[in-house]
DNA sequence: TGTACATCAGTGAACGCGCGTTCACTGATGTAC
DNA sequence: TGTACATCAGTGAACGCGCGTTCACTGATGTAC
């Protein structure tokens, strides 16, 4: 064992373990999407996988341990799929830039709506390693929008004040955009937010709406 | 009792009666603030009240009854704010009036935190009651921005089939508004929806903004 | 290659807990004569 | 005004349930000689 260990192989029994803890996280997702982050339960995960539940703290030392995972997994596919999109538009900032992260971000919430969720609202009361992931989750976000937002003509008029918050934002980050780049940024990000957490709950389909026509129009206006 | 109920008085007993349904209320919405939706129970709240678990059941069917009666209550108070800042700044549509509703729209929801999330998160999973209720308070948004948005220079380029949808949408409602206006309401309401989901989340805060300075931002380019 | 031993995945019983809800009851409040 | 009765708010014990987690165990898998 200690040979494979050091040439960073890793030995059967390793990656067995690591394929059984994705089932886990896998059936644990599944459960998220039918009752929702209070009812997901480790003996009602043990049972769909045909296992005892206590067979899964072998894997997980608790509930509380799974669910983060199933969190800090979100926040890292996310932001994966965000990268990627952004990968395919390289160059300076572009409209075409934009876009593609805008409609990376929309497609990856439809595609994982329980999961957007998780993102955005607390699965547990009191639940403290969810704050500063959202957080990350938010800075990912909003950095690969500072570098795919272009010039705009119309103008941004912030208050002072708020212009030295987003200067100090970008500073504290190391980023060298300018605030007002930083302001149109927060901005599009609330937009794209608002529009999706509206349609994943089904609301633009409830009234009747296209919801791929609705994202198309609330695009173009994206970032202006 | 008949004679006082033939004068639509009500008995000392129904006044008591309506008075504890409403004290029971409070202290729910003040576990639902406390341990979310889920975290709401029969007994905590009876000790809260000083009284014991069973007892609730004098004034409610169920737990699923008063967590109903919750949603359904923010829902009624939502679309009152929202209608008496409307009422504040009659005639025809106009800039201030869309602002009032806007900041009302807002205000509400920093004033209601919990109940804000309870009209937009299903509290239980499959919730059937749910899904309705949030229809209604969307369609009493949507039907007051409607009255305030005031004509834009700038132009809305829908897709026909886009345009239809709306057209079918104030139809259906008996709305006399045109199809584009219509389209700009669903787009304000998306993004007020964005803006006020992650001020109560604590985003903006966290990143070191003021959030009320950047709703400023967002509010004089809404409608636009 | 074959045997002795260590590792470790999974089992099933058991724990304490809090939940929603029912039930028979007590006792205070209000009604009717 | 005083008494007999009905109403009904609230109690406390009890129910069945599912939860997260622990524990001693069995048996298969992998390791070392």
Same mark, same amino acid.
């Given at each position: ?27 644990? =997702? ?13 003996? @009602? ?31 890292? $596919?996310?932001?994966? @799929? ?35 969720? =998780?993102?955005? @609202? ?30 705009? $003509? ?9 212009? @030295? ?32 957490? =509206? ?10 709406? $296209? ?10 206006? =994206?970032?202006?």
């Amino acid at each position: 064992v200690s040979a494979l260990r050091a040439t960073g192989q890793t030995s059967p029994r390793e990656r067995y373990r690591a394929q059984i803890r994705d089932e886990i996280k896998a059936v644990a =997702l599944h459960q998220l999407a039918e009752v929702g982050p209070a009812g997901v339960s480790v003996n @009602a995960i043990g049972k769909e996988l045909g296992v005892s539940g206590p067979a899964l703290y072998r894997y997980f030392a608790s509930r509380d341990e799974l669910l983060t995972e199933l969190v800090v997994d979100s926040y890292t $596919d996310q932001t994966a @799929a965000l990268r990627s999109a952004a990968a395919k538009v390289p160059g300076p900032p572009s409209r075409s830039a934009l876009e593609a992260l805008a409609r990376a971000y929309r497609q990856w919430a439809i595609n994982n709506p329980h999961r957007y969720r =998780l993102l955005f @609202a607390p699965p547990l009361p009191g639940y403290d390693a969810h704050a500063e992931r959202l957080v990350q989750a938010a800075q990912a976000s909003m950095q690969l929008l500072l570098e795919a937002l272009p010039p705009t $003509d119309g103008a941004i008029h912030p208050s002072e004040a708020l212009g @030295a918050q987003a200067t100090a934002w970008l500073k504290a980050r190391g980023l060298s955009s300018d605030s007002s780049t930083a302001l149109r940024a927060v901005q599009t990000w609330s937009r794209l937010h608002g529009f999706v957490s =509206l349609e994943i709950a089904g609301n633009f389909a409830a009234m009747g709406f $296209d919801p791929g026509a609705l994202f198309d129009l609330e695009l173009s206006s =994206l970032g202006r």
